[in-house]
RNA sequence: GCUCCCAUCGUCUAGCCCGGUCUAGGACACCGCCUUUUCACGGCGGCGACAGGGGUUCGAAUCCCCUUGGGAGUACCA
């Protein structure tokens, strides 16, 4: 039987980060065992679930690269693949659950609920020891209060029996007799709740392997009990490892750029980004770091995954992108910076040449610019543009010689009615330097970086002067 | 509280299933040197870990137990 796999998120906000990885790994082994991948929204939560999220989702996952066979916007043999579409489906099911008697309704209210799961606090009993209250209740008298319109949920009838299963990283997990109680089904305003729609969706469209995050362990005894009394075969369970935050919490908002969106708008590669995903909770056989994610085939195996909790460090993705920048053609890079640049240096970004000599030069600095490399538009500030003095002029006794001739030098190529300085000019004017004035060595190239650029390092001079307009250069010595 | 899960350098991890080849390997970060008449890249090197305690064994990071620590779940969210 050929493998499926599902990512099912919740279309309640932008793709998450955790949310890319889940996505990541259930494509990845899909593709690796030359199954398929499909995509499903559970959208059961009308209060909080936004068709634009799920839009933007979509949009998302297509940037990261990766793409499902099946999907709500794609269709399927096994759709609708968006739940709010299928509630008649899971009502069905849990009508039938009632008549077989592996479900009940309840009648407990809101406020009575509260009041049991205080009392159970206060006895010091699991909360859920009292939401059974009607579970008992005669299944003729509960019909009748249902259709005389009392309000009421579909709680499940819990067997009461121990429950364990194989999953394929945490290994053998068991669970105790009462480790829930009878949970809720179906909602008193009559629609079905994530437990039960997930395995009846993942039942009906036949997934061989459910793989999500640690957080959703302990509900797959829920899970379970569903699957038993729909007399199905589970799937195999795949709980991977959570990504946390530096406080070692589950990762979310309160730790900064949580959401793919974010990475989206600063620039970063999504091959980087999934490259650095990939390995956070999974491993390569190889040991190797750098690896494209469409090129693993069935290199991506399922029992080389991490148990323990992955932090999720910027820094770290930093590095990778920084690698996936310095990968990219000189051409590629070009294409990146045409949108950042500045409209004042419209009349250079109309030379290819001059967009090629500023990729290059930006390939090679790439990691100077750490903090803000992803984000190309800022790259063309930070190289050409540097207008703060971080640094004192007169640290070397040779500057205040090197800004004059400098300016003078300016001065007279400006008036020639040049926008810029060539590169032979740049090296007349170090020539001079050197040979009129004798200047050398550590003071020369450093004079002259701090005079031109206000700053003690950047980009080779040689190549980066002759990208900057003459005017930005003016304005910086005077 | 209860239940479940987890535990190797600061971080991501390899090794663990099938004990010896591990004075524990790689990567990020950090530090140093080399290269470059700057910075960076790159190369080389350094710092740096088997949570603790008991077993089992000739031998344990690897197997078992306990302790401690961390996390998740405990919804008419997913």
Redesign the pocket.
Known sequence: MSVRVRF???P?GYLHIGGARTALYCYLIAKAQKGSFILRI?D??LE?SKREYELAMIDDLKWCGIDYDEGPDKGGEFGPYRQSERTQTYLDIAKDFVEKGFAYPCF???SE?EEL?AKAESE?K???AY?GKYRDLDPAEAKKRVEAGE?H?IRFKNPRKEWSFTDMV???????V???GD??II???G?P???FC?VIDDHLMKMTHVIRA??????TVRQLMIYEALGAEPPRFVHC??L?GE????LSKRHGATSVKQYREQDYLPAALMNYLC?????HPD?T?IFDINQMDSIFDLN?F??????Y?I??L??FNEQYL?ALSVEDLATGFEKAIPSEHAYHAKETSWKLDFAELFR?????F?DIVPQLGLIFDETIEQTEDVVDVNSWETTPTIRDYVKTRVSEIKASGSENITSEEFKEIMNHL?KELKI???P???GL?VVLTGK??????SKAIPLTPISTIEKRLS
Request: hydrophobic letters at 30%; one cysteine or more; aromatic letters at 8%.
């Open positions: 099912a998120p919740s309640t559970e059961t939560d909080r407990l209210t809101t609920l799961t010091k699991s909360p859920h939401h309000a949920i945490r290994g053998d997990v068991k669970f105790p009462d480790m829930v949970f809720a909602r008193s305003n629609m709740v994530y437990n997930c640690e957080e959703h362990l302990n509900n490892s959570l946390v406080d070692r919490q589950k390995l956070l909770g999974w491993s040991e770091d080389r991490n148990k323990s909790p992955a932090f460090d820094t770290k930093k590095f310095r090679e600095k790439v990691q100077l750490s050197k050398k060595g550590k020369l190239f450093m970086r003690t390092h950047g980009p080779d001079l």
